[in-house]
């Protein structure tokens, strides 16, 4: 008997996988780079106006990140950024709502307890904007129906 060699095969992740691994690179990424620059910008205006300065520019570059890199998509534009804006707006209220229940269940949450509500929120509201971002956002187009459109034949024939 000869013992075979064991050829280890390449083992590749899931689509959907990888694809949320690179969001959740991406988004952390451009998060915590978002987190420096609001330290830095709130000591110099006003710590609202530093806050929406960095979500937008933070919003803008993420989406081109999720766009090029999470969802390896060839969708650009200000529609893209638009829509994906809406899914911040919508992660954004789905937190508030979290720590406004928590506040209204517990009128002094320790810290701790406050983040744990604040991270879990944006957790679930994270993966949430993933299945949009994927489903929704940048979503490749149908392909167009071979039935509808009209072929040289058919326009021969009903010239």
Partial sequence: MT????????????????????????????????????????ERMPLVLANAVVTVVSTVIAT??????SFRSERRGWRIHLQSGLTVAVSYAFTTGALLTLHAVQSAPSAWVEQAVYLSASAVAGV????????VVFASPPAPSKSSA???????IAA
């Fill in 3 to 42: 013992a075979q060699a064991h050829v280890p095969t390449k083992r590749t992740a899931h689509p959907l996988v990888a694809a949320f691994v690179r969001f959740v690179v991406c988004g952390g990424g451009v998060g915590l780079a978002a987190g420096g620059a609001l330290v830095l910008l709130g």
């Fill in 64 to 69: 081109e990140l999720h766009s090029r890199i």
């Fill in 150 to 156: 009209l072929t040289r034949p058919a326009v021969v």
């Fill in 128 to 135: 949430g904007r993933f299945a949009l971002l994927r489903v």
